[in-house]
C-alpha cells in the first residue's frame, strides 16, 4: 500500500479498534508522523503492511493513553488573572 494509505489505514483502525472519534484518530496520526513515528515507513515499502498497521494503531493509543494519565490534574481553586 502507498504510505498515504498506509496512514490512512492506521487512522481507521485507531477508531475501529478503539472507538476514537476521526478527528482525535487522525490527530494522533498526524502528531507522530510530524515527531517522525512513520518515517522509516515512508521509505521502506514493506513496513506498510496490515499487520504493521495494526501494532502501530496499538502503539499510538498506549502511547497516547499514558500521555494522558501522565498529565497531572488541575488544582481546585480560582483561577489566576
Known amino acids: 500500500m502507498t504510505y498515504e ?7 481507521t483502525l485507531l477508531t475501529e ?3 476514537m472519534s476521526d478527528e482525535d484518530a487522525i490527530s494522533e496520526v498526524v502528531r507522530a508522523q510530524a515527531a517522525d513515528y512513520f518515517s522509516l515507513h515512508d521509505d521502506r515499502p514493506e513496513m506498510r503492511t496490515q499487520e504493521r498497521a ?4 496499538k502503539t499510538l493509543y498506549e502511547r497516547r493513553s499514558k500521555a494522558r494519565s ?4 488541575k ?7
Open 5 to 11: 494509505d498506509y496512514l490512512d489505514e492506521v487512522t
Open 17 to 19: 479498534m478503539y472507538d
Open 54 to 57: 495494526v501494532q502501530d494503531a
Open 70 to 73: 501522565a498529565t497531572p490534574p
Open 75 to 81: 488544582r481546585p481553586g480560582k483561577a489566576r488573572k
